[in-house]
Protein backbone atom coordinates (compact mmCIF):
# COMPACT_ATOMS: atom_id res chain seq x y z
CA UNK A 1 0.00 0.00 0.00
CA UNK A 2 1.34 3.11 -1.13
CA UNK A 3 1.36 5.63 2.02
CA UNK A 4 0.67 8.60 -0.10
CA UNK A 5 -2.95 7.46 -1.01
CA UNK A 6 -4.44 7.55 2.85
CA UNK A 7 -4.07 11.65 1.19
CA UNK A 8 -2.26 14.06 3.35
CA UNK A 9 -3.61 15.59 6.86
CA UNK A 10 -4.56 18.98 4.84
CA UNK A 11 -8.45 19.10 4.37
CA UNK A 12 -10.26 17.99 1.32
CA UNK A 13 -12.24 19.28 -1.06
CA UNK A 14 -16.03 17.88 -0.98
CA UNK A 15 -15.87 17.29 -4.97
CA UNK A 16 -13.86 13.95 -6.23
CA UNK A 17 -11.13 15.14 -7.89
CA UNK A 18 -11.17 14.70 -12.01
CA UNK A 19 -8.40 12.34 -12.11
CA UNK A 20 -10.12 10.22 -9.47
CA UNK A 21 -11.57 7.40 -11.31
CA UNK A 22 -13.00 4.41 -8.47
CA UNK A 23 -12.62 0.68 -8.83
CA UNK A 24 -15.68 -0.59 -8.72
CA UNK A 25 -14.71 -4.39 -8.51
CA UNK A 26 -13.25 -3.65 -5.42
CA UNK A 27 -14.88 -6.18 -3.11
CA UNK A 28 -15.98 -10.12 -3.57
CA UNK A 29 -15.64 -10.86 -7.00
CA UNK A 30 -18.33 -12.99 -8.48
CA UNK A 31 -17.56 -15.85 -10.71
CA UNK A 32 -20.13 -16.64 -13.04
CA UNK A 33 -18.76 -19.43 -15.41
CA UNK A 34 -20.17 -22.40 -15.62
CA UNK A 35 -17.47 -24.14 -13.62
CA UNK A 36 -15.81 -23.99 -11.61
CA UNK A 37 -18.59 -22.38 -9.37
CA UNK A 38 -18.34 -20.26 -6.51
CA UNK A 39 -17.43 -22.04 -3.56
CA UNK A 40 -18.84 -21.36 -0.58
CA UNK A 41 -16.23 -20.65 2.60
CA UNK A 42 -18.19 -23.47 4.73
CA UNK A 43 -16.46 -25.92 1.82
CA UNK A 44 -13.05 -23.90 1.64
CA UNK A 45 -12.93 -24.26 5.79
CA UNK A 46 -13.35 -27.75 6.17
CA UNK A 47 -10.52 -28.16 3.94
CA UNK A 48 -8.21 -25.50 5.92
CA UNK A 49 -6.48 -28.30 7.87
CA UNK A 50 -3.14 -29.85 8.87
CA UNK A 51 -2.43 -33.43 6.44
CA UNK A 52 -4.68 -36.15 7.72
CA UNK A 53 -3.19 -40.14 8.26
CA UNK A 54 -4.15 -41.69 5.07
CA UNK A 55 -4.21 -45.39 6.64
CA UNK A 56 -6.42 -44.87 9.31
CA UNK A 57 -8.51 -42.58 11.76
CA UNK A 58 -11.49 -39.66 10.64
CA UNK A 59 -10.64 -39.64 7.19
CA UNK A 60 -10.81 -43.27 6.54
CA UNK A 61 -14.16 -43.58 8.55
CA UNK A 62 -15.41 -40.31 6.99
CA UNK A 63 -15.07 -41.37 3.49
CA UNK A 64 -16.95 -44.70 4.28
CA UNK A 65 -19.99 -42.76 5.50
CA UNK A 66 -20.13 -40.34 3.29
CA UNK A 67 -20.14 -43.13 -0.04
CA UNK A 68 -24.36 -43.68 0.21
CA UNK A 69 -23.97 -39.66 0.78
CA UNK A 70 -22.72 -39.57 -2.64
CA UNK A 71 -25.04 -42.37 -4.59
CA UNK A 72 -28.11 -40.56 -3.06
CA UNK A 73 -27.04 -36.98 -4.62
CA UNK A 74 -27.09 -38.59 -7.67
CA UNK A 75 -30.35 -40.14 -6.77
CA UNK A 76 -28.72 -44.52 -7.11
CA UNK A 77 -28.15 -46.61 -4.52
CA UNK A 78 -26.44 -48.54 -6.48
CA UNK A 79 -22.78 -48.26 -7.71
CA UNK A 80 -20.07 -45.46 -7.39
CA UNK A 81 -16.74 -44.68 -8.27
CA UNK A 82 -14.21 -41.91 -7.35
CA UNK A 83 -11.57 -40.37 -9.40
CA UNK A 84 -8.91 -37.62 -9.22
CA UNK A 85 -9.40 -36.14 -12.22
CA UNK A 86 -11.96 -33.27 -13.67
CA UNK A 87 -14.77 -34.27 -16.02
CA UNK A 88 -12.66 -35.43 -18.99
CA UNK A 89 -11.01 -37.51 -16.80
CA UNK A 90 -14.58 -39.15 -15.70
CA UNK A 91 -15.45 -39.57 -19.55
CA UNK A 92 -12.37 -41.45 -19.82
CA UNK A 93 -13.10 -43.87 -16.81
CA UNK A 94 -16.73 -44.38 -18.06
CA UNK A 95 -14.96 -45.22 -21.42
CA UNK A 96 -12.80 -47.89 -19.89
CA UNK A 97 -14.45 -49.74 -18.23
CA UNK A 98 -18.18 -49.81 -20.48
CA UNK A 99 -16.37 -50.75 -23.67
CA UNK A 100 -14.49 -52.75 -25.60
CA UNK A 101 -12.09 -51.81 -28.54
CA UNK A 102 -14.34 -51.67 -31.60
CA UNK A 103 -17.97 -51.83 -29.92
CA UNK A 104 -20.39 -49.08 -31.05
CA UNK A 105 -21.63 -46.01 -28.67
CA UNK A 106 -24.18 -44.50 -30.11
CA UNK A 107 -23.55 -40.55 -28.84
CA UNK A 108 -26.41 -37.87 -29.06
CA UNK A 109 -24.90 -34.19 -29.23
CA UNK A 110 -26.60 -30.72 -28.24
CA UNK A 111 -23.39 -28.98 -28.23
CA UNK A 112 -19.38 -29.23 -27.30
CA UNK A 113 -19.66 -31.45 -24.86
CA UNK A 114 -21.62 -34.37 -25.99
CA UNK A 115 -19.16 -34.15 -28.79
CA UNK A 116 -16.38 -34.23 -26.53
CA UNK A 117 -17.67 -37.45 -24.70
CA UNK A 118 -17.79 -39.11 -28.27
CA UNK A 119 -14.26 -37.73 -28.95
CA UNK A 120 -12.83 -39.27 -26.10
CA UNK A 121 -14.17 -42.54 -26.81
CA UNK A 122 -13.30 -42.48 -29.93
CA UNK A 123 -9.83 -41.70 -29.44
CA UNK A 124 -9.96 -44.68 -27.11
CA UNK A 125 -10.87 -47.09 -29.84
CA UNK A 126 -14.72 -47.49 -29.72
CA UNK A 127 -16.55 -47.18 -32.85
CA UNK A 128 -19.10 -43.62 -32.41
CA UNK A 129 -22.02 -42.66 -34.23
CA UNK A 130 -22.96 -39.36 -33.52
CA UNK A 131 -26.23 -38.13 -33.54
CA UNK A 132 -25.67 -34.36 -33.66
CA UNK A 133 -28.75 -31.98 -32.68
CA UNK A 134 -26.78 -28.76 -33.28
CA UNK A 135 -26.51 -26.06 -30.77
CA UNK A 136 -30.02 -24.88 -29.73
CA UNK A 137 -32.44 -27.74 -30.17
CA UNK A 138 -33.31 -31.02 -27.78
CA UNK A 139 -32.54 -34.46 -28.60
CA UNK A 140 -35.24 -35.78 -31.42
CA UNK A 141 -36.67 -39.05 -29.46
CA UNK A 142 -38.28 -40.04 -32.15
CA UNK A 143 -34.89 -40.20 -34.16
CA UNK A 144 -33.02 -42.02 -31.73
CA UNK A 145 -36.52 -44.29 -31.16
CA UNK A 146 -36.27 -45.31 -35.34
CA UNK A 147 -32.12 -45.37 -34.79
CA UNK A 148 -31.91 -47.95 -32.00
CA UNK A 149 -35.10 -49.93 -34.13
CA UNK A 150 -33.04 -50.00 -37.02
CA UNK A 151 -30.29 -51.85 -35.06
CA UNK A 152 -32.00 -55.15 -34.76
CA UNK A 153 -28.48 -57.13 -34.04
CA UNK A 154 -28.26 -54.65 -31.11
CA UNK A 155 -24.49 -53.64 -31.63
CA UNK A 156 -25.32 -50.06 -30.04
CA UNK A 157 -23.71 -51.06 -26.81
CA UNK A 158 -24.23 -47.72 -25.08
CA UNK A 159 -26.17 -43.97 -25.72
CA UNK A 160 -24.35 -41.53 -24.34
CA UNK A 161 -25.58 -38.00 -23.52
CA UNK A 162 -25.33 -34.67 -22.10
CA UNK A 163 -28.04 -33.65 -19.37
CA UNK A 164 -27.22 -30.54 -19.66
CA UNK A 165 -24.78 -29.41 -22.39
CA UNK A 166 -22.66 -26.31 -20.93
CA UNK A 167 -22.00 -25.00 -24.04
CA UNK A 168 -25.47 -24.49 -25.79
CA UNK A 169 -27.23 -24.67 -22.26
CA UNK A 170 -29.37 -27.47 -24.05
CA UNK A 171 -31.20 -29.84 -21.23
CA UNK A 172 -32.04 -33.17 -22.19
CA UNK A 173 -35.43 -35.02 -20.85
CA UNK A 174 -33.69 -38.53 -19.33
CA UNK A 175 -37.01 -40.01 -18.75
CA UNK A 176 -38.25 -39.41 -21.98
CA UNK A 177 -35.17 -40.73 -23.40
CA UNK A 178 -35.19 -43.68 -21.13
CA UNK A 179 -38.75 -44.22 -22.63
CA UNK A 180 -37.18 -43.78 -26.77
CA UNK A 181 -34.79 -46.79 -25.86
CA UNK A 182 -37.86 -49.20 -24.02
CA UNK A 183 -40.08 -48.08 -26.59
CA UNK A 184 -37.49 -49.54 -29.78
CA UNK A 185 -37.18 -52.36 -27.50
CA UNK A 186 -33.04 -52.03 -27.36
CA UNK A 187 -30.35 -53.51 -24.64
CA UNK A 188 -28.03 -50.33 -25.05
CA UNK A 189 -26.85 -48.80 -21.64
CA UNK A 190 -28.05 -45.33 -20.77
CA UNK A 191 -24.92 -42.81 -19.93
CA UNK A 192 -25.54 -39.45 -19.11
CA UNK A 193 -23.09 -36.81 -18.75
CA UNK A 194 -24.04 -34.54 -15.26
CA UNK A 195 -20.93 -32.86 -14.88
CA UNK A 196 -22.67 -29.36 -15.17
CA UNK A 197 -26.23 -30.40 -13.45
CA UNK A 198 -25.85 -32.12 -11.11
CA UNK A 199 -26.78 -30.26 -7.72
CA UNK A 200 -28.53 -28.11 -9.60
CA UNK A 201 -31.18 -29.49 -11.92
CA UNK A 202 -33.52 -32.26 -10.95
CA UNK A 203 -31.60 -35.60 -11.73
CA UNK A 204 -33.02 -39.06 -10.51
CA UNK A 205 -30.52 -41.75 -12.11
CA UNK A 206 -32.52 -45.01 -10.31
CA UNK A 207 -35.71 -43.27 -11.35
CA UNK A 208 -34.83 -42.43 -14.58
CA UNK A 209 -33.01 -45.83 -15.67
CA UNK A 210 -30.07 -44.45 -16.26
CA UNK A 211 -27.49 -47.01 -16.30
CA UNK A 212 -24.45 -44.30 -15.96
CA UNK A 213 -23.82 -41.15 -14.37
CA UNK A 214 -20.43 -38.90 -15.10
CA UNK A 215 -19.99 -35.66 -12.67
CA UNK A 216 -17.60 -33.44 -11.34
CA UNK A 217 -16.58 -31.74 -8.17
CA UNK A 218 -16.17 -28.46 -9.35
CA UNK A 219 -20.16 -27.51 -10.81
CA UNK A 220 -23.21 -28.09 -8.43
CA UNK A 221 -20.80 -30.04 -6.31
CA UNK A 222 -19.04 -26.40 -5.11
CA UNK A 223 -15.73 -28.29 -4.05
CA UNK A 224 -12.52 -27.46 -6.26
CA UNK A 225 -11.83 -28.88 -9.06
CA UNK A 226 -10.09 -31.96 -8.50
CA UNK A 227 -12.32 -34.79 -8.27
CA UNK A 228 -14.95 -36.94 -10.32
CA UNK A 229 -17.32 -39.62 -10.49
CA UNK A 230 -18.78 -42.91 -12.24
CA UNK A 231 -21.87 -43.76 -10.61
CA UNK A 232 -22.98 -46.74 -12.29
CA UNK A 233 -25.98 -49.29 -12.93
CA UNK A 234 -25.73 -53.08 -11.98
CA UNK A 235 -26.57 -53.93 -15.21
CA UNK A 236 -23.51 -51.25 -16.22
CA UNK A 237 -21.36 -53.32 -13.86
CA UNK A 238 -22.34 -56.57 -15.94
CA UNK A 239 -22.02 -55.20 -19.50
CA UNK A 240 -19.15 -53.80 -18.57
CA UNK A 241 -17.08 -56.89 -16.89
CA UNK A 242 -15.88 -57.98 -20.06
CA UNK A 243 -14.57 -54.42 -21.34
CA UNK A 244 -11.27 -54.94 -22.76
CA UNK A 245 -10.34 -51.10 -22.41
CA UNK A 246 -9.95 -51.19 -18.86
CA UNK A 247 -6.53 -50.65 -16.98
CA UNK A 248 -5.72 -50.79 -13.81
CA UNK A 249 -5.83 -47.24 -12.50
CA UNK A 250 -9.38 -46.92 -14.17
CA UNK A 251 -10.91 -49.75 -13.30
CA UNK A 252 -13.81 -48.87 -11.19
CA UNK A 253 -14.16 -52.71 -9.44
CA UNK A 254 -12.00 -51.95 -6.78
CA UNK A 255 -12.61 -48.41 -6.54
CA UNK A 256 -16.20 -48.86 -5.93
CA UNK A 257 -15.73 -52.14 -3.59
CA UNK A 258 -12.44 -51.39 -2.08
CA UNK A 259 -11.28 -53.86 0.45
CA UNK A 260 -8.51 -51.36 1.93
CA UNK A 261 -8.63 -47.65 1.77
CA UNK A 262 -6.29 -46.70 -0.84
CA UNK A 263 -8.07 -48.72 -3.26
CA UNK A 264 -10.57 -45.95 -3.41
CA UNK A 265 -8.42 -43.47 -5.49
CA UNK A 266 -5.69 -46.35 -6.69
CA UNK A 267 -3.48 -44.92 -4.82
CA UNK A 268 -3.03 -41.58 -2.14
CA UNK A 269 -6.54 -39.87 -1.16
CA UNK A 270 -7.08 -36.42 -2.66
CA UNK A 271 -7.78 -35.74 1.11
CA UNK A 272 -8.49 -32.14 1.85
CA UNK A 273 -10.93 -32.68 -1.79
CA UNK A 274 -12.45 -35.44 0.29
CA UNK A 275 -13.43 -32.77 3.56
CA UNK A 276 -14.70 -29.89 0.79
CA UNK A 277 -17.05 -32.03 -0.57
CA UNK A 278 -17.98 -33.96 2.29
CA UNK A 279 -18.93 -30.15 3.67
CA UNK A 280 -20.94 -29.41 0.22
CA UNK A 281 -22.94 -32.70 0.80
CA UNK A 282 -23.94 -31.69 3.96
CA UNK A 283 -24.85 -28.34 2.68
CA UNK A 284 -27.02 -29.90 -0.19
CA UNK A 285 -28.63 -32.79 2.61
CA UNK A 286 -29.70 -29.43 4.75
CA UNK A 287 -30.98 -27.42 2.35
CA UNK A 288 -32.71 -30.56 0.62
CA UNK A 289 -31.97 -31.71 -2.95
CA UNK A 290 -35.77 -30.56 -3.88
CA UNK A 291 -35.28 -27.05 -2.46
CA UNK A 292 -32.01 -27.24 -4.04
CA UNK A 293 -33.40 -27.69 -7.10
CA UNK A 294 -36.19 -25.20 -6.81
CA UNK A 295 -33.67 -22.87 -6.13
CA UNK A 296 -31.80 -22.95 -9.06
CA UNK A 297 -35.31 -22.88 -11.08
CA UNK A 298 -35.87 -19.57 -10.27
CA UNK A 299 -32.41 -18.11 -10.43
CA UNK A 300 -32.43 -19.64 -14.18
CA UNK A 301 -36.07 -17.88 -14.36
CA UNK A 302 -34.62 -15.06 -13.32
CA UNK A 303 -31.79 -14.64 -15.69
CA UNK A 304 -34.23 -15.70 -18.94
CA UNK A 305 -36.55 -12.78 -17.94
CA UNK A 306 -33.92 -10.33 -17.99
CA UNK A 307 -32.99 -11.73 -21.61
CA UNK A 308 -36.18 -11.22 -22.50
CA UNK A 309 -36.92 -8.02 -21.89
CA UNK A 310 -33.42 -6.95 -23.23
CA UNK A 311 -33.94 -8.81 -26.44
CA UNK A 312 -37.78 -7.27 -26.67
CA UNK A 313 -37.57 -5.22 -30.12
CA UNK A 314 -33.56 -6.20 -30.34
CA UNK A 315 -33.33 -9.60 -32.05
CA UNK A 316 -29.43 -9.60 -31.77
CA UNK A 317 -30.17 -10.59 -28.12
CA UNK A 318 -31.12 -13.64 -27.06
CA UNK A 319 -31.20 -16.61 -25.01
CA UNK A 320 -29.96 -19.88 -27.07
CA UNK A 321 -32.46 -22.41 -26.45
CA UNK A 322 -36.22 -21.60 -27.14
CA UNK A 323 -38.73 -23.16 -25.15
CA UNK A 324 -38.17 -23.16 -21.35
CA UNK A 325 -38.12 -27.08 -21.18
CA UNK A 326 -35.45 -27.42 -22.76
CA UNK A 327 -33.18 -24.61 -20.95
CA UNK A 328 -30.77 -26.09 -18.17
CA UNK A 329 -31.54 -24.33 -14.61
CA UNK A 330 -27.40 -24.43 -14.15
CA UNK A 331 -26.36 -22.52 -17.13
CA UNK A 332 -27.20 -20.05 -19.95
CA UNK A 333 -26.36 -19.13 -22.84
CA UNK A 334 -27.31 -15.93 -24.88
CA UNK A 335 -26.35 -14.30 -27.87
CA UNK A 336 -25.67 -10.43 -27.63
CA UNK A 337 -24.05 -9.72 -31.25
CA UNK A 338 -20.86 -9.41 -32.34
CA UNK A 339 -18.49 -7.63 -30.57
CA UNK A 340 -20.80 -7.05 -27.70
CA UNK A 341 -20.76 -10.08 -25.62
CA UNK A 342 -16.93 -9.95 -25.45
CA UNK A 343 -17.12 -6.43 -24.62
CA UNK A 344 -19.82 -6.88 -21.99
CA UNK A 345 -17.49 -9.80 -20.28
CA UNK A 346 -14.56 -7.49 -20.20
CA UNK A 347 -16.72 -4.77 -18.84
CA UNK A 348 -18.59 -6.79 -16.38
CA UNK A 349 -15.71 -8.40 -14.93
CA UNK A 350 -12.93 -5.35 -15.02
CA UNK A 351 -15.55 -2.21 -13.40
CA UNK A 352 -17.55 -4.60 -11.67
CA UNK A 353 -16.18 -7.40 -10.41
CA UNK A 354 -18.25 -10.36 -12.53
CA UNK A 355 -17.05 -12.37 -14.33
CA UNK A 356 -19.18 -13.74 -17.26
CA UNK A 357 -18.39 -17.27 -19.31
CA UNK A 358 -17.52 -17.03 -22.86
CA UNK A 359 -19.22 -18.29 -25.70
CA UNK A 360 -18.02 -21.91 -26.54
CA UNK A 361 -18.98 -24.06 -29.43
CA UNK A 362 -21.31 -21.50 -31.32
CA UNK A 363 -18.33 -19.92 -33.75
CA UNK A 364 -14.93 -20.82 -34.39
CA UNK A 365 -12.54 -19.13 -31.81
CA UNK A 366 -10.60 -16.35 -34.19
CA UNK A 367 -14.12 -15.80 -35.79
CA UNK A 368 -15.51 -12.07 -35.32
CA UNK A 369 -18.63 -14.08 -34.90
CA UNK A 370 -17.48 -15.74 -31.29
CA UNK A 371 -18.05 -12.52 -29.98
CA UNK A 372 -21.22 -12.56 -30.18
CA UNK A 373 -22.04 -14.80 -27.46
CA UNK A 374 -21.71 -15.58 -23.21
CA UNK A 375 -22.65 -17.79 -20.96
CA UNK A 376 -24.52 -16.81 -17.29
CA UNK A 377 -23.89 -19.46 -14.95
CA UNK A 378 -26.57 -19.88 -11.74
CA UNK A 379 -25.09 -23.20 -10.50
CA UNK A 380 -24.23 -24.18 -7.36
CA UNK A 381 -23.84 -21.65 -4.28
CA UNK A 382 -25.75 -18.73 -5.63
CA UNK A 383 -28.36 -16.98 -3.95
CA UNK A 384 -30.76 -14.37 -5.30
CA UNK A 385 -28.61 -11.36 -4.52
CA UNK A 386 -25.71 -12.44 -6.54
CA UNK A 387 -27.72 -13.48 -9.71
CA UNK A 388 -29.98 -10.23 -9.31
CA UNK A 389 -26.60 -8.81 -9.14
CA UNK A 390 -25.28 -10.26 -11.83
CA UNK A 391 -27.85 -9.05 -13.97
CA UNK A 392 -28.14 -5.53 -12.84
CA UNK A 393 -24.40 -5.12 -13.47
CA UNK A 394 -24.72 -6.56 -16.98
CA UNK A 395 -27.32 -3.80 -17.22
CA UNK A 396 -24.85 -1.24 -15.81
CA UNK A 397 -22.43 -2.51 -19.05
CA UNK A 398 -25.01 -2.25 -21.47
CA UNK A 399 -25.49 1.16 -20.66
CA UNK A 400 -21.80 2.13 -20.49
CA UNK A 401 -20.81 0.51 -23.85
CA UNK A 402 -24.06 1.93 -25.43
CA UNK A 403 -25.32 -1.62 -26.28
CA UNK A 404 -28.82 -1.02 -27.77
CA UNK A 405 -31.10 -3.32 -25.27
CA UNK A 406 -35.09 -3.29 -24.48
CA UNK A 407 -35.78 -1.77 -21.37
CA UNK A 408 -37.19 -3.22 -17.73
CA UNK A 409 -34.89 -6.25 -17.76
CA UNK A 410 -34.07 -5.88 -13.90
CA UNK A 411 -37.61 -4.92 -13.27
CA UNK A 412 -38.96 -8.38 -14.94
CA UNK A 413 -36.09 -10.20 -12.84
CA UNK A 414 -36.74 -8.66 -9.78
CA UNK A 415 -40.66 -9.76 -10.28
CA UNK A 416 -39.22 -13.41 -10.79
CA UNK A 417 -37.60 -13.56 -7.10
CA UNK A 418 -40.41 -11.46 -5.66
CA UNK A 419 -42.96 -14.18 -6.71
CA UNK A 420 -40.42 -16.83 -5.38
C1 LIG B 1 -17.50 -28.92 -17.45
C2 LIG B 1 -18.06 -30.02 -18.26
C3 LIG B 1 -17.26 -31.04 -18.79
C4 LIG B 1 -15.76 -31.02 -18.68
O1 LIG B 1 -15.34 -31.06 -17.37
P1 LIG B 1 -13.81 -30.72 -17.03
O2 LIG B 1 -13.79 -30.79 -15.56
O3 LIG B 1 -13.54 -29.37 -17.60
O4 LIG B 1 -12.97 -31.77 -17.67
C5 LIG B 1 -17.86 -32.06 -19.47
N1 LIG B 1 -19.20 -32.10 -19.64
C6 LIG B 1 -20.00 -31.13 -19.17
C7 LIG B 1 -21.46 -31.22 -19.39
C8 LIG B 1 -19.45 -30.07 -18.46
O5 LIG B 1 -20.25 -29.10 -17.97
Not at 197 to 223: F, I, N, P
Amino acid sequence: MDVKSFGSTRPQPDARPAAVRPDLSRGRGYLAIPGPSVMPDRVLNAMHRAAPNIYAGDLTEMVVEMWPDLRAVAGTTQHVAAYIGNGHAAWEAANANLFSRGDLALVLATGRFGLGWAESARAMGVEVEVMDFGTSAPVDMARVEARLRADGAGRIKAVLTTHVDTSSSVRTDIAALRAAIDAAGHPALLCVDCIASLGCDEYRMDDWGVDLTVAASQKGLMTPPGMSFVWFSEKARAVGAQADLRTPYWDWRKRAEPEEFWQYWAGTAPTHHLYGLREALNMLHEEGMAQVWARHEVLARTVWAAFEAWGAGHPRIGLNVADPAHRSRAVTAARLGAPDATRLRQWTEAQAGVTLGIGLGMAPPGDPEWHGFLRVAHMGHVNAHMTLGALAVMEAGLIALDIPHGAGALDAAAKVIAAG
